[in-house]
């Protein structure tokens, strides 16, 4: 990691943790454990848990970092958002 990129913080509900992955591959990144994948520009790391949205419904929700250089990031994360947006409920 490049001590000039910087970070952010997003979560996203109704995607599991494995699309998410999927996604981040697909925008250029290689997996390197369960919770990471890194490219040449930019790495994300994911977290899940299980969240409730009312007395009866819980979904999953995805946290990601996102580290990488800050004038690419932004519009890299508006791409994983857009495919993550799709794939929810």
Known sequence: MSSEWVTQKRSFRGISRRLAIQYLETLGADRVDDDR?????????????????????????????????????????????????????
């Open 37 to 89: 994948v890194e490219a040449e520009e930019w790495a994300a790391t994911l977290s899940e848990q299980t969240v409730s949205v009312g007395p009866s419904v819980s979904l999953t929700q995805v946290d990601l970092v996102f580290e990488g250089d800050p004038e690419g990031l932004d519009a890299l994360v508006e791409r994983f958002a857009r495919k993550a947006m799709r794939a929810g409920g």
